[in-house]
């Protein structure tokens, strides 16, 4: 799911991690199959996946 995400928004690993606050090893293992998000973190990317810019705005304030 997180790939899918990270496609659909033309990001990076990098990116999506820095922007995501999410720390990129984690995103990485989530990506190979290596480790699944726990139910708080898949609930998080389904947040991502429906509003982007809004959650890239709650976690970057300073940023926009």
């Known amino acids: 799911q997180a790939k899918i995400i ?3 928004l ?3 690993q990098e990116e999506f991690a820095v ?3 999410i720390p990129l090893g984690t995103l990485r293992d ?3 199959g290596r480790a ?3 139910q708080p973190t898949q609930a998080y ?3 991502i996946a ?3 810019e809004r959650v890239e705005r ?3 304030p300073r940023s926009h």
């Open 19 to 21: 922007r995501y606050h």
């Open 6 to 8: 990270r496609r659909a």
């Open 45 to 47: 990317l389904k947040v």
């Open 36 to 38: 699944e998000p726990d």
């Open 58 to 60: 709650l976690l970057n």
């Open 50 to 52: 429906r509003a982007p």
């Open 10 to 12: 033309a990001l990076t």
């Open 30 to 32: 989530w990506e190979q």
